[in-house]
């Protein structure tokens, strides 16, 4: 799922309705997903790597996502993982910024950017995320399978989890739940092509990959 530099990877083609085209248009739905399921490993970035204080970076992901915003239109994806890459480098330059006292960029952009990233200290909770030693593939799983909670059940989402970010075995997990083992396949498959149908390529998770 991860290369040696801790990046996802994915196979899955960059469309014009994906989420990452739908925000270069501005789209305000587009842009609550994109900040809401990336908040996340910005805040984690900064508070694990760079030693942020919690407020600061929590000012410091507003800054991180005024400047996606700026950029975005310019931004290509050439290969897999890439725009989690363009993010953490984003994010890394911010936090030399705010350590170096460089003034930070003022926010710009779209209207529907903007209110997606004023929004985000109010709708975001990060207090899961202080964790030194929490894992970024489950920080967007567990981001990203919010987007779907009404969808399924506990019991479904638990079982994808397990596969997915836990890595267990099918049979175990049938044993469990005391399911068949085709009953666990089709839990897993529903749930993933449902985030793939929703998340695409920004997802930057095998998703669609393998199968369990």
Known sequence: MTDNNGYYSDDSSCTSNSLLERAKRNDSDAWQVLVELYAPLVYVRCRHFWHLSAPAAEDLGQEV??????????????????FRKWLRTITDNKCKDLLSKTPLATATGGSAALRAIENLREQSDLSDFHDANINEDAILMKQALKAVANEFSDRD???FWSIAVDERCRNDIA??????????????SRIRKRLHDIFQELLDLDVAGESA
Not at 65 to 82: D, I, M
Not at 182 to 188: A, F, Q, R, S, T
């Open 65 to 82: 996502f005024t400047a996606v915003a700026r950029k975005l239109q310019h931004f290509q994806r050439q290969r897999p993982g890439s």
């Open 175 to 188: 044993t469990e739940w005391q399911v068949t083992d085709n009953v666990v396949y089709l839990v897993y």
């Open 157 to 159: 989402l638990k079982i």
